[in-house]
């Protein structure tokens, strides 16, 4: 397996997010298995890997919503799991996170939706919050639907709307699970555009978790590619398009022969 994996030698290289030899087991079936990756600041990282290998339990644990078994997960130099319940909170306000369906509050209008972590995050007043929340709506073209409820738009306003809330705290890391998840191929092409556009604007590190190549290889600074609960590629996204390697390969190539078989 080729690419340029952070080991417990390399530990100096500190990246925003790092983890180190992470293990998890689920009723005794190991879905992490000694994984260890940092992701490059102020870039794009895609994570791509087959189906069930253990893509968004990797996201819950960069977010703290899983503990490892084993391992580190350091975020800004600290490893989560040795800090207290507040500190690791604190962190976590530093994270943007798009969930597969948008994770919006069913009950609210997209403007509450996005206003809902200033208001409870911040002091700031309802003009200021306005400001804000406008401000993201109009960037990712809902500005017209900021009465509607998530029940009323579309799977993509609502990944949409859930970029907006990922991004209202101005987070240093934002992380998107599937974003691609149930859009047709055009729709996709236009969240994907519209996240590229975004971290021009503001940079930050992003992580995205998908299966989709088209969306990997247009959103791409970086590729990480995970197999069997191991992160077995890290590089360049040209590097992971032009590699040798037999894996990354077949997996870009969504060849059906090669080393990656059903199991
Ligand atoms: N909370 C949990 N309890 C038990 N098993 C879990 C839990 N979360 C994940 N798993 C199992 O861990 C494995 C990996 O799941 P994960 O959702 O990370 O896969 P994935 O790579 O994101 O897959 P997909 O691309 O299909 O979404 C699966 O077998 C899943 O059933």
Redesign the pocket.
Known sequence: MSGVLPTNGQRDRRHTIELFDLYKS??G?P?LNGLSAGFADDAITTVL????????????HVVGL?EPDEGEVRVFGQDIWKLKKDARYEIRKRFGVLFQDGALFGSMNLYDNVAFPLRKHTEKSEAEIREIVMDLLREVGLEQATDKEPNEISGGMRKRAGFARALVLQPDVVMF??PD?GLDPVRTKLLCRLIRKVHEQHGGTYVV?T?DIASAHFLSDYIGM?WKGKMVHYGPAATAFDSEDPFVRQFLAGEPDGPLGME
């Open positions: 689920f009723n079936t879905v890997g087959p189906s069930g290998t253990g893509k968004s339990v990797l996201l819950k899983l699970d599937e998840s978790i299966h995970l």
